[in-house]
T-cell receptor, first 114, second 116 residues
């Protein structure tokens, strides 16, 4: 499978714990995105990488959130000191050359904070 | 103001019939792209179709077509010959060229339910 891959798919954690999600983009794609989606809503942009550089961060990305993309390949999204409001699906996406620079999404990582 | 508006929270369609999902957008950027994604209950966002603001013809991809009316700022998705597997959430999204990161702005989605 050469699509965007995310893991873990599901994570249940206690409030105050740290969690980390991993994303492996489509191999030739140099742009990588993280989005957050809560129930009944459309995805909201969190952050964006071009190669290894993090070029854009949404105001939704509080200081408890950090994202990295070492060497411009896979990316991680870490949430420290999780809160119940962090419960959501975290979607990773990537894009590269092609018509419309179409953004392709992974299957998402569901986070439940209890 | 909302950049992407999907006014239909839910839609029913009979199997094998066509259905139109509405999407209106708001931008002052002359160069933009419009996308439709399908999200089944599994959660994955599946790319369906793309329309560029300068494209002269409406986009089509198999059973999906995009009814692009630039002056009205609408980009409705038409699904022909609906199938049971089309039941899902559908999201309209826009990318503006002035947005250096090419990130997408999504609407609130429409839940489509196909009746057998």
């Amino acid at each position: 499978d050469t699509g965007v891959s995310q893991n873990p798919r599901h994570k249940i954690t206690k409030r105050g714990q740290n969690v980390t999600f991993r994303c492996d983009p489509i191999s030739e794609h140099n742009r990588l995105y993280w989005y957050r989606q809560t129930l009944g809503q459309g995805p909201e942009f969190l952050t964006y990488f071009q190669n290894e550089a993090q070029l854009e961060k949404s105001r939704l990305l509080s200081d408890r959130f950090s994202a990295e993309r070492p060497k411009g390949s896979f990316s991680t999204l870490e949430i420290q000191r999780t809160e119940q409001g962090d419960s959501a699906m975290y979607l990773c996406a990537s894009s590269g050359p092609g018509r419309g620079n179409t953004i392709y999404f992974g299957e998402g990582s569901w986070l439940t904070v209890v | 103001a909302q950049k992407i508006t999907q006014t239909q929270p839910g839609m029913f369609v009979q199997e094998k019939e066509a259905v139109t999902l509405d999407c209106t957008y708001d931008t002052s950027d002359p160069s933009y792209g419009l996308f439709w994604y399908k999200q089944p209950s599994s959660g994955e966002m599946i790319f369906l179709i793309y329309q560029g603001s300068y494209d002269q013809q409406n986009a089509t991809e198999g059973r999906y077509s995009l009814n692009f009316q630039k002056a009205r700022k609408s980009a409705n998705l038409v699904i022909s010959a609906s199938q049971l597997g089309d039941s899902a959430m559908y999201f309209c999204a826009m990318r503006e060229a002035s947005n250096a990161g090419n990130m997408l702005t999504f609407g609130g989605g429409t839940r489509l339910m196909v009746k057998p």
